[in-house]
């Protein structure tokens, strides 16, 4: 089921376009030119010459420390892993894709524009994503926030309607967890932008149809737990969602007749089973407090085999994917 939870005004949008080059070994971004609104970057991301790139042209620029390559905008992916039980799950959301560069309703990661604010460190950006899209409701219509750092990460549908006695905690994940689990032909590399290292080491990849550029985060979701006031401690633990028989819904924003629309999509997130650092077969919803069995056919090109970073694919079949 869907419904509207609110609206934004996309004329109130601005980013900035990026440069990006490699310096050192090292992936330089630097902003250029004045802030765009989204029509203008909308226009940049769906130029017909995007459609004459090839990779080893954008390939080529990226290595020229004197031309750099100019990318429409940039963006922001995070890529959960949230433990149920021992079992690591990654969490992907459903986006049917109208213009910007595509044209396809796709599996994907939690993903954001980065604004003009948010530019010199587009993190701020993918704790907003997750704040707005991983949208944990419990039985009694609360709904969970979430807190990095001991800080709040935002409460975007009004304090009212979340319970503050729980938090579910986001952090960076270190080196050794970052060697297991990977996305295919992302670019590992320092990344700094107007001269300063970024937040949380994001990987990055370039897709050539909107000539744009994806930061990715990886991330642990530690979903709260809740103490008994009797009993030792290990058997008083109880999975606080569990306790609270709650869902775990998605938020897109749709744009349409001029605004942008954001819509509660109770089927649209998806657990992916993660298995020697990949997606697998096997998915579920959380609707409950429990596991249901859930399906998905199309992943966004996240997914897709990249050439240097590089993927002119807009999306991949999971059975693709797969082999």
Same mark, same amino acid.
């Given at each position: 089921?869907?419904?509207?939870?609110?609206?934004?005004?996309?004329?109130?949008?601005?980013?900035?376009?990026?440069?990006?080059?490699?310096?050192?070994?090292?992936?330089?971004?630097?902003?250029?030119?004045?802030?765009?609104?989204?029509?203008?970057?909308?226009?940049?991301?769906?130029?017909?010459?995007?459609?004459?790139?090839?990779?080893?042209?954008?390939?080529?620029?990226?290595?020229?420390?004197?031309?750099g390559h100019a990318f429409?905008n940039i963006g922001v992916?995070?890529?959960?892993?949230?433990?149920?039980?021992?079992?690591?799950?990654?969490?992907?959301?459903?986006?049917?894709?109208?213009?910007?560069?595509?044209?396809?309703?796709?599996?994907?990661?939690?993903?954001?524009?980065?604004?003009?604010?948010?530019?010199?460190?587009?993190?701020?950006?993918?704790?907003?994503?997750?704040? /707005?899209?991983?949208?944990?409701?419990?039985?009694?219509?609360?709904?969970?926030?979430?807190?990095?750092?001991?800080?709040?990460?935002?409460?975007?549908?009004?304090?009212?309607?979340?319970?503050?006695?729980?938090?579910?905690?986001?952090?960076?994940?270190?080196?050794?967890?970052?060697?297991?689990?990977?996305?295919?032909?992302?670019?590992?590399?320092?990344?700094?932008?107007?001269?300063?290292?970024?937040?949380?080491?994001?990987?990055?990849?370039?897709?050539?149809?909107?000539?744009?550029?994806?930061?990715?985060?990886?991330?642990?979701?530690?979903?709260?737990?809740?103490?008994?006031?009797?009993?030792?401690?290990?058997?008083? /633990?109880?999975?606080?969602?569990?306790?609270?028989?709650?869902?775990?819904?998605?938020?897109?924003?749709?744009?349409?007749?001029?605004?942008?629309?954001?819509?509660?999509?109770?089927?649209?997130?998806?657990?992916?089973?993660?298995?020697?650092?990949?997606?697998?077969?096997?998915?579920?919803?959380?609707?409950?407090?429990?596991?249901?069995?859930?399906?998905?056919?199309?992943?966004? /090109?996240?997914?897709?085999?990249?050439?240097?970073?590089?993927?002119?694919?807009?999306?991949?079949?999971?059975?693709?994917?797969?082999?």
């Amino acid at each position: 089921m869907e419904k509207d939870l609110g609206y934004k005004d996309p004329s109130e949008f601005r980013t900035q376009r990026v440069l990006g080059r490699y310096v050192d070994n090292a992936l330089a971004l630097e902003t250029i030119g004045a802030p765009i609104d989204f029509n203008a970057m909308k226009g940049y991301r769906e130029n017909h010459d995007n459609r004459e790139m090839t990779p080893e042209q954008v390939a080529a620029e990226l290595n020229s420390r004197t031309t750099g390559h100019a990318f429409s905008n940039i963006g922001v992916s995070v890529f959960p892993i949230i433990y149920v039980g021992e079992q690591p799950y990654t969490a992907l959301v459903k986006q049917q894709r109208k213009g910007c560069g595509f044209h396809d309703t796709v599996w994907k990661l939690i993903s954001e524009y980065v604004e003009h604010d948010e530019i010199n460190n587009p993190m701020n950006a993918a704790l907003r994503g997750i704040s /707005e899209e991983f949208y944990i409701e419990t039985k009694e219509g609360l709904l969970v926030p979430g807190i990095y750092r001991l800080n709040a990460i935002g409460q975007p549908y009004g304090k009212d309607n979340y319970d503050d006695s729980y938090a579910f905690q986001v952090a960076n994940c270190d080196d050794e967890v970052r060697e297991i689990f990977s996305l295919p032909g992302t670019v590992k590399k320092k990344v700094s932008m107007n001269g300063q290292d970024l937040e949380g080491s994001p990987e990055a990849y370039f897709h050539l149809p909107s000539n744009s550029m994806q930061l990715i985060y990886f991330m642990h979701f530690d979903i709260p737990r809740i103490l008994q006031k009797v009993g030792t401690l290990r058997s008083a /633990e109880k999975h606080h969602l569990k306790a609270k028989k709650a869902d775990i819904h998605h938020t897109e924003e749709q744009y349409q007749d001029g605004r942008l629309i954001i819509r509660l999509d109770e089927e649209g997130l998806i657990l992916a089973k993660l298995a020697e650092g990949r997606l697998t077969d096997e998915h579920c919803h959380y609707l409950g407090g429990e596991l249901h069995n859930a399906r998905l056919h199309k992943l966004s /090109e996240a997914f897709a085999p990249k050439q240097d970073g590089i993927t002119s694919a807009s999306n991949i079949s999971l059975e693709e994917y797969l082999k």
